[in-house]
Antibody, heavy 120, light 108 residues
């Protein structure tokens, strides 16, 4: 059974940093591209970042470019999102998402999400 | 960036109704469109990929069509479990892979 379990969320002050982790099981992480998608409270889905299956290519929404870094350790079955210079508008539930295929493609499995709150 | 616009934003319908949600892209995305269903407090669920391909395990009352800039998701006979929010997402080019704003399907 495919499982994605996010961790690392919490309360952080504006300008602070946080690292999210996503532990994957039930499939071979290195076979698939992965994504991070977020959802602010009461709002719609917003694409954040993606990474190719081998980590060689990364993609970012303009709103997080230069502040967030996506990475992966396929040997540890773990996806990461390093977030810095956090702003109030980064407050959201962050979902780890598995691509349907090796290429960056729609997400067929989603984690339960981890809440990041940026507030003083 | 490619902008995705869904209509309507809210849709009220009854069990057994046939409903259609529309998604428009600001430029052509060929067939690279997905549809998701999200229920309150839950992660989204993939329903449709490549504009019209039904994800495994999704009931056949869900169907979708379209190409280029206009796409539709149709539920042929609404069931109680279908009342949720629906999102489209383009994945034609990483601009990034933008979502529509969502359509909330409510019970009339």
């Amino acid at each position: 059974e495919v499982q994605l379990v996010e961790s690392g969320g919490g309360l952080v002050q504006p300008g602070g940093s946080l690292r999210l982790s996503c532990s994957a099981s039930g499939f071979t992480l290195g076979t698939y591209a992965m994504h991070w998608v977020r959802q602010a409270p009461g709002k719609g889905l917003q694409y954040v970042s993606a990474i190719s299956n081998n980590g060689g290519s990364t993609y970012y929404a303009d709103s997080v470019k230069g502040r967030f870094t996506i990475s992966r350790d396929n040997s540890k079955n773990t996806l990461y999102l390093q977030m810095s210079s956090l702003r109030a508008e980064d407050t959201a539930v962050y979902y780890c998402v598995k691509s349907r295929t090796t290429m960056v493609s729609p997400g067929d499995y989603w984690g339960q999400g981890t809440l990041v709150t940026v507030s003083s | 960036d490619i902008q995705m616009t869904q209509s309507p934003s809210t849709l009220s319908a009854s069990v057994g109704d046939r409903v259609t949600i529309t998604c428009r892209a600001s430029q052509s995305i060929d067939i690279w469109l997905a549809w998701y269903q999200q229920k309150p407090g839950k992660a989204p669920k993939l329903l449709i990929y490549k504009a019209s391909s039904l994800e495994s395990g999704v009931p056949s009352r869900f169907s979708a069509s379209g190409s280029g800039t206009e796409f539709t998701l149709t539920i042929s006979s609404l069931q109680p479990d279908d009342f949720a929010t629906y999102y489209c997402q383009q994945y034609n080019s990483y601009s990034p892979y933008t979502f529509g704003q969502g359509t909330k399907l409510e019970i009339k």
